[in-house]
């Protein structure tokens, strides 16, 4: 089975950072876009910054400048460091990846369970 499992989250200070992992696992041809989504209280789902296999990243204009979006493709995983974060950063972080599982006929879209990151004083 295919899945995505994102770790790192927690509770940090206005102005620090935190790093947040998601794996991929299963039996996985190849992996597409990689991204990070997030969705705070009483909001929509909100993108955050995307990857492709070969390393081009995307941000949402609220990040630029703080986050940073990578990937190993040995590993399977997408990071996002996250830097000089705000009180408004404060979501659950959801991993997503448009991934080739072995025996499909192609891409599909894949999230994972998310984790929650607290920014407060």
């Known amino acids: 089975q295919v899945q995505l499992a994102e770790s790192g989250g927690g509770l940090v200070q206005p102005g620090g950072s935190l790093r947040l992992s998601c794996a991929a696992s299963?039996?996985?041809?190849?992996?597409?876009?990689m991204g990070w989504y997030r969705q705070a209280p009483g909001k929509q789902r909100e993108l955050v910054a995307t990857i492709t296999r070969g390393g081009s990243a995307n941000y949402a204009d609220y990040v630029k400048g703080r986050f940073t979006i990578s990937r190993d493709n040995v590993k399977k995983t997408v990071y996002l460091q996250m830097n000089s974060l705000k009180l408004e950063d404060t979501a659950v972080y959801y991993c997503?990846?448009?991934?080739?599982?072995?025996?499909?006929?192609?891409?599909?879209?894949?999230w994972g369970k998310g984790t929650l990151v607290t920014v407060s004083s």
């Open positions: 299963g039996s996985i041809f190849s992996i597409n876009v």
């Open positions: 997503h990846a448009n991934m080739w599982a072995v025996g499909t006929s192609g891409g599909m879209d894949y």
